[in-house]
Structure formats: C-alpha cells, structure tokens
C-alpha cells in the first residue's frame, strides 16, 4: 500500500537520462517471440529479449524504492512479424496485473495489443532512453508503456496518484519526430487507436472519470470485497457509472474502450452474484456503454441467488 503515499516523491523523477540498477518497480515477464520470421538463426531475438528484459525489469524509472512484494506485475510479448536486415515490424502485447487486497486474486488492470510497434535493433546494441528525447522508437515505445503502466498502478491506489507518470508517457510521445510519428501510426497525433490517443484520452481534463473509476473500482470496491462484498459491489456499480458519463460524453473515446474490454470479464463475474437490484443497475450501465455484448450482461441476472 505504499504506492497511496508515494505520489508525492516522484514528481521529479526521471529529468536526466536514466540509468539501469538493480531491479526497482517492475516484474515484468518479457518475451520475444520470432516464429513468424523465417531463418535459423534466432540468436539476435533471444539477444533482445535478454535486453529488453534487464532494461525494463533493471531501470530505476521513480525515486521510489519498492519492496519485493510491492513490485508491479506485468507482462510483455513482442511478437515479431517481419525483419529486413536490423529493421523489425512487430506487435506488443501487454498485460497489467495489480493484487487485490486480502485475496489470493490479481486484477487485470490493462490488457492491449499494440499492433503498430515498428523499430531498428542491431544485436547487442545498449537500449538507451531519455524520456525527455527521443533517442530510438524501441526504447521510447517500452519506455512509454513502463510510464503507462505505472500510472495505471499508482492511480488505483489513490485518486490521481499516476499523474506524474502519465505526464511522463505523454511526453515520451511529444517528443518522437514528427516525421517518425507520420511513419510509424502508434504516434500519429490525428490517429484513433494507437500509443498518442491512449495518452490523450488520460490526460485530457474532461476525462477525469476515467480517472475517478480507476480508483474506486480498484480501492474502494475491489479491496473491499474480501470483508463486505456488498459494500465493494456497490462501489464498483458507482465507478462503472462514470463509464457511463464518458461514453456519454464521446462514445468514441478510446481509452474507455480499452478498460471496458480490459474488465468486462471481470466485471460479468462480480455482477453474477449479489443483490438483484445492484446486479440490474449494473447490467444496464454495462449494455449501454458496450452494446455488442449485451447478451452477456444479460446473463448476470440469470442467478437468482445471492
């Protein structure tokens, strides 16, 4: 619980160029998966999984120092899908898990798959990252995801607490060249659904729900339920609601997407018991905000019982 206090250490975290140490915030399982990419030889990949390893699980990226047991738990599979020469076009896919208090279960906090991930990469090169330059788009793109995630961490534990991180991630992503963001479409500024919307829909102010359902959904309901189940139901239907004004607001927005698919399992689940009033009020907010899966919230109601 120490990330609900610790907000106020990291707001000048990361000004100079980072250096990698022993291991700080993450454990975070990496992969770099090739059998898309003909040829024997798969030493280069084993070489920048072994990087992009001790880079993210090595680097100190706060001033804050984690216990074992605090440390974020995520996961990262790069699945490679083509190369030519040192050139590399592949997918990211990520997974955010953060424990649930008094519980033996592990939320999953972000789930995404990055389908845009273009870089250069020559064997044995050192992964250098400034988040205040762009230095490689193998290393701002990490470095942008390791920010995020430790937003989303920090923001589920108190209320606005990953601000320093996500003005981090944000500018990570200013900072990639114009030319490079016209290339490569995970920065595009005018696209939709890539790395610079994410960004964005967290960062902008009329959004603040968003950030209001990160807290309460996590703090006060999930973390409540082991002891008053009803109690932490009822604050999860309260932050699901701010879903609802957000998508009210702009249907289109896709960071809310990417929690509702990242929780929608999850919330079927917690729904499917409990009191009927609760489950119906929760049903209906769910079919409003994700339609094509009206069938399964629909669902929630066929238990009768408590």
């Known amino acids: 619980m120490k990330r609900i206090f610790a907000t106020l250490l990291v707001a000048a975290c990361c ?17 770099v998966n090739s059998n898309k990419v003909a040829g024997s030889d798969k ?3 084993q070489n920048l999984q072994t990087s992009l390893y001790e880079f993210i699980n090595n680097t ?36 955010l898990r953060r424990p649930v208090f008094k519980s033996n279960y592990s939320t999953p906090m972000f789930n995404y798959i990055d389908r845009k991930f273009v870089f250069e990469y020559m064997d044995g090169q050192p992964l250098d990252f400034n988040p205040n330059s762009y230095i490689s788009n193998l290393t ?30 944000e500018t990570i992503a200013q ?19 890539n790395r610079y919307a994410i960004i964005s829909d967290i960062n902008n102010a009329t959004n603040q729900p968003l950030r209001q359902f990160l807290y309460d959904y996590h703090r006060n309901g999930l973390d409540v339920m082991a002891e008053h189940p009803e109690q932490g139901r009822e604050a999860i239907l309260n932050a ?21 698919e990242s929780k929608r399992d999850e ?38 019982g408590m």
Do not use: H
Request: proline content about 2%; aromatic content about 10%.
């Open 15 to 31: 000004l100079l160029s980072l250096k990698t140490t022993q291991a700080q915030e993450l454990q975070c399982e990496v992969r």
């Open 43 to 45: 030493t280069i990949f």
């Open 60 to 95: 100190k990226f706060t001033e804050i120092n984690f216990r074992q047991a605090e440390k974020i738990e995520c996961s990262m599979l790069v699945d490679v899908t083509s190369r030519e020469g040192n050139y590399f076009t592949a997918e990211i896919n990520l997974a």
């Open 140 to 169: 701002s793109t990490i470095g942008f995801y390791v920010y995020l995630m430790l937003g989303l961490d920090f923001d589920s534990f108190s209320l606005n607490g990953g601000e320093p991180f996500f003005d981090i991630a």
């Open 175 to 193: 900072a990639v060249p114009q030319e490079v963001g016209s290339d490569n479409g995970g920065w595009s500024s005018t696209g939709r659904q």
């Open 240 to 260: 699901i609601s701010n879903l609802q004004v957000i998508y009210e607001r702009n249907p289109m927005c896709y960071f809310l997407q990417l929690l509702i």
């Open 267 to 304: 919330i079927v689940q917690i729904f499917s018991q409990g009191e009927m009033k609760i489950r119906t009020e929760a049903s209906n907010i769910m079919k409003t905000i994700d339609p094509s899966q009206s069938s399964r919230y629909d669902a929630m109601l066929q238990n009768k």
